[in-house]
Nanobody
Framework: QVQLVESGGGLVQPGGSLRLSCTAS????????VGWFRQAPGKKREEISC????????NYVDSAKGRFTISRNSDSKTVYLELNNLVPEDTAVYFC??????????????????????WGQGTQVTVSA
């Protein structure tokens, strides 16, 4: 059983930065694509960014382009989401997930739960002055 653990969230002022981590234990994150999602209170979960299984493709939703960067470390155990120039609207719980139904290809980030994927417990990001 793979567990995903997110970390790195916190309280930050507008314009600030955070780096979120998603670490797999046991195992690695190079079997399926990995996605970052977020859910704000009273809102639906939304896709933010993804990285393909071989880490050669990344995608971002429009609100994340130019501000967020997804990457994977060399041992493939951790996927990062660097958040820059944060605004209050970025306040949410951020989750990572990996699943055979998570498609991350050129111009495409699509998630369909297959029952064979894994989700982390989430990490809270709060952007406030």
């Amino acid at each position: 059983q793979v567990q995903l653990v997110e970390s790195g969230g916190g309280l930050v002022q507008p314009g600030g930065s955070l780096r979120l981590s998603c670490t797999a234990s046991p195992g690695t994150l190079d079997y399926y694509a990995v996605g970052w999602f977020r859910q704000a209170p009273g809102k639906k979960r939304e896709e933010i960014s993804c990285i393909s299984a071989n880490a050669d493709t990344t995608n971002y939703v429009d609100s994340a382009k130019g501000r967020f960067t997804i990457s994977r470390n060399s041992d493939s155990k951790t996927v990062y989401l660097e958040l820059n120039n944060l605004v209050p609207e970025d306040t949410a719980v951020y989750f990572c997930a990996t699943d055979p139904g998570l498609i991350c290809s050129a111009g495409t980030f699509h998630y369909t739960g297959t029952g064979f994927g894994y989700w982390g417990q989430g990490t809270q990001v709060t952007v406030s002055a």
